[in-house]
């Protein structure tokens, strides 16, 4: 759901349909959501771009993909195999680590962005996105199923993994889904809040720490069953997270909003981003970096030290 809330510049030079990508050229682009296949980072976003640096952030190429509305969302089964998904509910995939791209789902007609999509194992994949879209593939992202599993028509903004077998939907209006059997049914359970739920992360003690609108962060050890609000002076909107190999979580959102967590979720840290562009995403960069993405491409920051 970080797309509907980032603007959408046009670059005045025009960018290489594929191969590298300068600074400049990088800082121009709004990259919405990044994932790692391997080394390699890839980073999707506006009018279709997928971009992929080889060397923790400091160069980028852009890779060959067809023509496509805004991408919103990425995610690897592994270093070769991913997918990307966007408007018009398209989904691309992925066979060479993200170096090329060829569409394997779009449905214009049906006007429902897709926002988000996870692998649950290596055949199985779920997309999700507005007005209740859900999408299911069964053959590693060649083929897919619409399903519907929220009785209304609520966005839905995030899907996490929190085991093999606990999947958890986050979206509009504070709907939380839970899934006991790898997706195959889904139940609401009572949300701690009536605003959007923008994503989820895991953290590293199995926790399900959830965030959205108006800086709200929430936690649950019980498989989302109850909550506890996180403090958060801020009242920006909270769009991405991360968790870093080292357990550390990351939240981003508007007005450079970048939230830092060594305790699993239950207190949090400002890191100063010295900007006001919206920050859709944080990904693990070099040794003690952390990559944001949004407004402006991509930008390394040091982490602040452990206490």
Do not use: C
């Not at 976003?45 to 990425?74: C, H, M, Q, Y």
């Amino acid at each position: 759901m970080a797309a509907a809330v980032l603007s959408q510049p046009y670059a005045k030079t025009a960018i290489p349909e594929s191969g590298p990508l300068d600074a400049g050229m990088l800082a121009r682009l709004t990259l919405v959501d990044a994932e790692r296949a391997g080394k390699r980072i890839v980073a999707v976003g506006d009018r279709g771009f997928i971009v992929t640096s080889d060397d923790d952030g400091k160069t980028w190429n852009r890779a060959k993909s067809p023509p496509e509305p805004l991408l919103t969302a990425v995610a690897f089964a592994d270093d070769k195999h991913g997918l990307a998904v966007g408007h018009d509910a398209v989904i691309l995939a992925t066979s060479d680590g993200g170096a090329t791209w060829a569409q394997a789902f779009s449905a214009p007609s049906e006007q429902r962005p897709l926002l988000d999509v996870i692998y649950v194992d290596a055949s199985h994949a779920i997309a999700v996105g507005a007005y209740g879209a859900y999408y299911e593939s069964a053959d590693a992202g060649r083929t897919w199923t619409a399903r519907k599993v929220e009785a209304g028509d609520k966005h839905l903004n995030g899907i996490g993994r929190l085991d093999a077998a606990t999947l958890v939907i986050a979206g509009e209006e504070g709907t939380i889904l839970v899934s006991g059997d790898a997706g195959k049914t889904w139940s609401g359970v009572p949300s701690p809040y009536k605003g959007s739920l923008f994503g989820m992360e895991i953290a590293a003690d199995g926790a399900i720490v959830a965030y959205g609108l108006r800086g709200r962060i929430y936690r649950s050890v019980d498989k989302g069953r109850t909550w506890k609000q996180i403090d958060n002076a801020s009242t920006a909107t909270l769009l991405g997270s991360a968790r870093l190999a080292d357990g550390t979580l990351v939240i981003t959102g508007a007005a450079g909003m970048a939230l830092v967590s060594r305790d699993n979720g239950q207190s949090f840290v400002r890191l100063a981003t010295q900007t006001t562009k919206a920050i859709a995403k944080p990904l693990a960069g070099g040794p003690d970096e952390v990559l944001l993405f949004g407004e402006a491409g991509a930008r390394a920051f040091a982490l602040p030290a452990a206490r």
